[in-house]
């Protein structure tokens, strides 16, 4: 099976950073790709930035210029760097990865647990 695994969640004052880590681990042919959503108390989730295994990064217009999306083929990994922080930004932050199974190439989509993120004023 596959796991996918957040962490680097925490508090901290607005205008601080956060970096953010997501590892995809298991019977894993290839990732197509990998993206970070959140979701705040009573919305729904949204994508917040998302990256493909040839590296094109798509981002929501909220966090343009201020977060940075990057991965680690080789350890089929993708990290979130969040600068200039807002409390509008606070929200548990997931990981998604999209991926061939090595069991039988077909396509899945995985979810992490989810990291909590808090912005203070």
């Known amino acids: 099976q596959v796991q996918v695994v957040e962490s680097g969640g925490g508090l901290v004052q607005a205008g601080g950073s956060l970096r953010l880590s997501c590892a995809a681990s298991?019977?894993?042919?290839?990732?197509?790709?990998m993206g970070w959503y959140r979701q705040a108390p009573g919305k729904q989730r949204e994508l917040v930035a998302s990256?493909?295994?040839?590296?094109?990064?798509n981002y929501a217009d909220s966090v343009k210029g201020r977060f940075t999306i990057s991965r680690d083929n080789g350890k089929n990994t993708v990290y979130l760097q969040m600068n200039s922080l807002k409390p509008e930004d606070t929200a548990v932050y997931y990981c998604n990865a999209r991926l061939i199974a090595g069991w039988d190439l077909n396509e899945y989509a995985y979810w992490g647990q989810g990291t909590q993120v808090t912005v203070s004023s």
């Open positions: 990256i493909t295994s040839g590296g094109s990064t």
């Open positions: 298991g019977s894993i042919f290839t990732i197509n790709a």
